[in-house]
Structure formats: structure tokens, C-alpha cells
């Protein structure tokens, strides 16, 4: 029998029978005897979820562009399928044509988040084939990843063939140009290994060998020959009007996660707050014509009929004249029926305006990431926020109708005290008490959220130790029994190990592979969610390979320390990030890329706003 | 506004047929999008058209034909359908469309059950259905109790090389009816049988029409 109608057979019997039909709007359709290439691109994790990430659908579509290619898709199932599939012996497979992905060429892993990599080797268990790359002969899949994570590539090594470093609409073509010179020859997979690590953007782990120290700090990354690059230098787009965007773009038949079309207006971020990483990695900033935008908005609402579009960037206040923007695209949207939203707007009397004009169907919920709750700290983060802008905005919003205000703010940062962590409970009372000198009757709700601070590679705070568990169970309870006090507010907080195995993952070195491993081995899946988090599995998984993992989070590094991650070029330079890191220090802030640039090397990609700066 | 309600005629087979009721909305509604037909929508805060299914459709469930209505804000042709067909996705079909000036009822329905499943089970079947037994409901903490055969007009079981068939002829008593599925279950669990199903199938919707 063939695999569809096996797998149609289990449906029955599964949650959400919906995530394994395929058969979407738009979905690709091709004959894959016709085509060299077939390539599945792994989400590591449920359906609603990979299917809201544009990044899949822009890479999808292109790769379909060619003819010579078949890009179809693959998911992380459900436990409930996964247990299905096992018993009836079906691998795991593609939703396009229901081919098991060990018959594919290549399968390429989005990394969106550190927490999934648990599902990355549990996708490759589900397809019967070997974790390891060194394990996969030639005529088995090719494993490539791409995406956030991939700046911190070492976690995974050993299991990833290739990691494409960088935005990847340039370099997956590449990739399969040279993939077809070795399925058509007789090279070897380690000549194909050797050769991608000549394309730039590509790291082949396996091709450079790492040293360590006495007390486990890395002595060097060597290539294992001259010919591998030193450092592995990103890719980007340079112009985003060139470049491609599908607008015929696959739309779900299920309710997903993000069921919207989204429409990317401009990449990366000017504002350099210290612990992000986005505003890092995706630098330079890159803005989309309006004409383009307008254009393709037109067309994804022709042929996706959503109801709803929203304008996605990482700062959309950013974006020059916005309010032209968004009001021209209402122009025809409206007459459609077609809701436009605007996430990541910094909020002042202006964008709230625009926000009650835009997003008439949305209930009006205000939302704010001050992410610290004095000026101090928000100057060592560098988030451009003044407490008089809350207040003056709130009380705008407040006048305007607005009853839900959710506030965003990160516990444990470097330098912080009890009286910043105390300062978010002020900022709470204080809105509470501008709402009631209104002399509103109405309910106001107000929401404040904690995450803790999660030092990242590739920025500012790199180096910097991650609060301990009991330092953050402290002052999560300190927040809540001062916020308990304030009416109508509610406090939410992230869950203390979830933050702590993120901060392990995402400055991990090559020998978490084998903890990784090991967490599958023992059931770790689905770590994101948090009804299978288990983090005493974890710290099994650490014992069993003899590794203290607050070694990874709890340590605050030297910033002349080889960090894993050195072998990544950002383009934006270590010298950079540690002016930028003793600047924290002082509580001194940078300005934005608009104002002036401040030199962080990413012009060296001559792309976007650093040209001519 | 000149608003005409339209009755859409349409069958679902797999793999539509895993499409969730709410989804299905959701799908129609794009769709007319897409095909620039404007729908008439509700007022208020949160505007949708009205797509109304006179038949809910469970999860799994394939029809030879269904209905829905919609208004419209415009007129239609009969070409419609044709347009419809070209961006359905694969098991949707649509059959026909109509200006709807009357309204309809559901009067009795036939469906067929495809189960894998051990040799005895029609004769097990048999035994439990001359017990005149019920199917006990709970929602929301309210248990309901119906005896099948209040609704249940006619049964057949029978195999079929590997699969079994089972057939039924469904009475709709004011709006109320039993689901094929909930007698299945009530029986496999009586009779502590484990079975795949395999296909299940609205084959014929009688209807009354009412003016
Ligand atoms: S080079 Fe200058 S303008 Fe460009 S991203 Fe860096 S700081 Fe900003």
C-alpha cells in the first residue's frame, strides 16, 4: 500500500487530523521523477507552527521556482502520530506527495529556536536514518540548517552536514548547483563537504577541529586544511526589491499559529538594544519600496484570500512614512475585507492613531516592551524608552478606548538590582493610577510579563552570566508579592529552567551534541512546550557526559575567550560588541543607525542604510 | 443593499474530508475572496460573512453532498462553479448553486461506515443492535440518552473482503438526529472490540423544503 493511504488510515485516530493532508492552497504540485533534485524542508516542530514561519515560505516557493527542483515539506508529528506511525512502520514523511524522507536528496532544517533541537534529531530518528553526519553515505540525505540559530552552529555539529550561516535565499541555490554535480558523479560526500565550505555562508563542521583547555574553555578552532575558510562569513541579501518574495504564497486549510498573511516591509533592526540578537545578526537594515510592498499586498490577498495582513519587520515604526504605507494599503483592503496589522510599533499618540484606524477589528490591546523597569537599566540595555513616554502614551490610549495594556519585561539582566526589578512594580502602579485619575468605571486590565535574560552569542551581553535559579525564583517573587498590591494588574513569568536550558543551548559548544543525544534518548521532545519540559531528563543527560551545564549559563566569560561561536562572522565586529558591553557598564547609550553609524562593521556588506554612512 | 442568499452545493472526500467545520468557513470565505465575490458581512466588531452548513460536518466525515448558504452582495452565475472548481483543493467539489428563495430541512440521511476489523464482528453487531440499546452523550457534565432506534430507520452490515460495510438510514427527528460514529463507538465499547475506521461516508441527504 502505498504511504498516503496508510497515513490516511491513522487520521482517524490523531488530534488535528489537518496537519498531515497537505494539499493547501497554493501548494506546489510536481511530478518528482521529472525533477534532480527532491528536497524536504524539516520544521522541527507541530505543523501550526512551521506553517506560520515566513521564512519557510519564502524558501519553499523559491526553490520551487526551479525546475530541476522539488522543495516539499515536512513536520515534527504529534506524540499521538508518532506513536501511530511507529506501530504501522511508516517513516516520517513529506506532505506533498507522502514520499518517507530518507528518499529525499537533501533535508533542510529550519533552526527558528535553540529549545527544537531535541525535535531536529528526533525528526531524523523518525526517517530511520543515522543522527550522525559521518554516519550518512553517500545516496542518503544531505542534512543542511538554516536560520537564527545557526549562529551558534556547535550544539548540533555532529548531526548537521551543512550550516547555511545567514539569509539563505542566495545560498540554498548554490547549494543545490553543487549538489547535483556530486549526485551525477562519482564524488564523494567528503569531496561535496570539502567543496560547500568553499561557498560562502556555508560551515561544515566536520571540516575543523576544536581544542580545548584544561578547564574546558576552547584553546582554538582550527580548518582541518588551508583550503577552509578561518571564519564563516553570513550571507545576505543586499537589496530586498531584487530579491525574492513569493506572492502566490502556500496558505494553510487549518487554523495555524500566525493564519495571516505576512508580508516583510524591511530586514534588521538600527536601535542595537544589547541583548538582542536580531539586531545583530540581521543587520544592515534593508527597507522594501513601498511600491513593492503595496504591489505584492495586492497580489497575497488575490491569491491567498486571507483576511488579514500584517506588515512584519522588527520595528515597524521604523519604517519611513508607515502611515502612508498602512493607510494606502487599508485603501483597498478595507473594500475587501482585509484587516491590516502592525506588530512591533513603538507606541505614541501618532502610531495609536494609526493603530485605531488599521486595526478595526482587533480588540484594542496596548502592548509595551520596556523590557526594564528604571531609566538606569534601560540605559545599560540601550532601549530607547523614557518612563514619560508609557505614561503619556497609556493615558492617550486610555482616553482612546484602549482597556488592555500588556507590558514586557525581562528579569535578571547584567547590573540589575532589587530596585530595577521593583521599578517594573512602580511602572504598574503608576498606570493603574493614571487610569483611575481618568475616572474611568470601566475594567482595565493590565498585564505584565517577565522573561528571564538570556545572554546570547553574538551580542553585547555575550559574555555575561545568566542569573541562577535561585536568583530568579528571588526576584520573580519579589515582582509578584509587590505587583499583588496593585488592582487590576496580572503578572506572568517564564519558567526558570526553560530560560536556563535556552541559555545552555545557545552559547553551547560541540560537546553538548552527545547531551542532546542523550535528551532524546531519554524522551526529551517538544521542550518549547511545557507540558513535556522536563528538565531533571536534561540534567540526567548532563551527568551522563560528565558536563555542568552552568558552566554554558551561570558563567560570566572574559572577553578574550575563543567563544564557540567564533568561527561565525556576523560582520559586525567582537571590538564592537565589547565597546558596546563597557558601555552598558557605565549605563552610557549608543544612538540608532539613523542618527549616525556607529561603526559596528556590517557596512563592509555594503547593503541598505550603511551605504554612504 | 441588494443581498441574495445562495445555496452551494458541494461534495468532501478525503483529504478534505480532515478539515475542521471552523476551517471549512475559514476555506470558503478565502475562496470567495479570491474569486472577487463579494460577501455580505455581519456588522459589528468583528465582521464575517454569514457561511451557514445546514449539516455539521465532523472531522473525517465524507459527503456526497452538502450545503451550505451564503449571501452575496452581488449576483451570480451558474460559472461559478467552474471557477470554484479550478482553486478547490483536492476531495472539494462543487456541484451545484442556486438562488435560495425557500428554506430547507433535513428530512432523513443514508450513511455508510468502512471499518477494518475481525471476521465476527456483523454478527456481534446484530446481537447488539436487537438489544434495542441507546447511546449515552455527556457534554458539558449533561448527560443525554438516545435509543438508536428512535432515529434509526434502517441498518445493514456486511463485509466486504477486508473491510466491513456498514450502512444506515438516519431519521431527523426536530432537528435532532443520531451520528453513525456514536452508535459505532457504544457498540465497540460494550463489546470490547478494537476496529480502524477506514472511511465514513454522508452517501444521500434527504431534505424538506419549507417556505
Ligand atoms: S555599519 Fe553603521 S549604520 Fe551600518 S549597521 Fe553598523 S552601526 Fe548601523
Redesign the interface.
Known sequence: MVVKDKV??L???VEK??R??????NMIKKDPKKVDVRFAFCFPDVYEIGMSNLGLKILYHLLNEREDVYCERAFMPWIDMQKRMKKEGIKLFSLETFTELDRFDILGFSLSYEMSYTNVLKMLELCGLPLESQKREKGMPIVIAGGPCTYNPEPLWEFVDVFVIGEGEEVILEIIDLFKRYKFSNMTKKEFLFECASIEGCYVPSLYNVEYNKDGIIKSITPVSENVPKKVRKRIVKDLDTSYFPTKMI?P???VVH?RITLEIFRGCARGCRFCQAGVIYRPVRFRKAEKILQYAKEL???????EITLVSLSTSDYPDIDKLAREILKFAEE???NISLPSLRLDSTSLDLLKEVEK?RKPTLTFAPEAGTQRLRDIINKNIKDEDIYSTVKLAFERGFQNIKLYFMLGLPLEEDKDVLGIYTIAKNIREIYKELGFKKKVRITVSTSFFVPKPHTPFQWEAQDSIENMQRKMKLLKENLKRVKDVEYSWHDFYLSKLEAVLSRGDRRLSRVIKGAVALGCQFDDWGEFFDFSKWEKAFVGENIDWKFYSDRKRDFDEVLPWDIIDTGVTKEFLKKECLLAYEAKTTSSCFERCMGCGVASFRGGICVGK | MLANRYRFYFSRDLPAAFISHLDMTRLFERLFRRLNIKLKFTQGFNPHPKIVFILPMPVGLCSKEEIFEVECEQELENSIIDSFNKVLPEGLKMLKVELATDKIQVSDMYYQCFVEVEEEFCKYFEEFMKKNPAVKKEKEGKVTIKKIFDFLLNYECEREDKTVKISFHINVLNGSYIKPEDILREFLQEYNIECRIVKVERVKVNYKRVI
Open positions: 490516511f488510515k487520521l482517524y485516530d487530523p489537518g498531515y493532508i497537505g494539499n493547501e492552497i496558505t486549510l487549518i487554523e493564519d490577498v488575490e491569491n491567498c484570500g486571507c483576511n475587501k475585507k482585509v477589528v
